[in-house]
Every structure is written in C-alpha cells, then in structure tokens.
Nanobody
Framework: QLVESGGGLVQAGDSLRLSCAAS????????MGWFRQAPGKEREFVAA???????YYADSVKGRFIISRDNAKNTVYLQMNSLKPEDTAVYYC????????????????????WGQGTQVTVSS
C-alpha cells in the first residue's frame, strides 16, 4: 500500500514536499515514481528514483523538483520548489518491483502499485 501526503494549496513560487509512505512490504529494491494528472489531461510522468538511487525527471520539473527516498522509513519524497500554476494536479506515487521500472521509469505500465493521490493546487 502506498499513501501520499503533503499536498495543498500554495502560491506560485512556493514550495511543497510530498511524501509517499509504503506499507505491507519492503520497497527498498523497488523503483519509485511520481506521476501527476491535471484536470482534463492524461496522467504524466514527473520523477522517478531507482532502487540504487538513479533519478529521472520530466523536462517540465527538472531543476525545480527533487525526488529522494529513505529506505529505512519505506518512504519516498518529492520536494517541489518554485511551483507554478501549471504544476496544479493530483500527484500519484507508484512503486515498481520488476526490473522494467528501472529501465523505463517514465512509463506508467512499469509500475505495480499506486497510491490514491494527493492534490496540489498552485495559485497565481
């Protein structure tokens, strides 16, 4: 089970840190990803981190967002800085236990488990 938290309403330029707490199994050898879905749009890749700490980012968030993981806490984080109104979306955490998640971390189908999502709203 994956449970996201940390979403909310902020102003443009502010920061937020999302957390994704995993339970039911150890996810230290899983690739973890963040995806988001804005109203009327398809879900899109945001960031991912492999089991050995390699990170990937969407071009739209590169330089502003940072993904990290704390395996001791079974938790992955998404630090979001310099937020923009276009970052408004429901953010989903995902975990991929198959090797493919580390090969194609930007693909939704690479992930096996998903959280319920947390809303992030950025006002201008």
């Amino acid at each position: 089970q994956l449970v996201e938290s940390g979403g909310g309403l902020v102003q443009a330029g502010d920061s937020l840190r999302l957390s994704c707490a995993a339970s039911g199994r150890t996810f230290s050898n899983y690739a973890m990803g963040w995806f988001r879905q804005a109203p009327g749009k398809e879900r899109e890749f945001v960031a991912a981190i492999t089991w050995n700490g390699i990170t990937y980012y969407a071009d739209s968030v590169k330089g502003r967002f940072i993904i990290s993981r704390d395996n001791a806490k079974n938790t992955v984080y998404l630090q979001m800085n310099s937020l923009k109104p276009e970052d408004t979306a429901v953010y989903y955490c995902a975990a991929g236990g198959r090797g493919i998640a580390s090969v194609t971390p930007r693909v939704e189908g690479s992930y096996d488990y998903w959280g319920q999502g947390t809303q992030v709203t950025v006002s201008s």
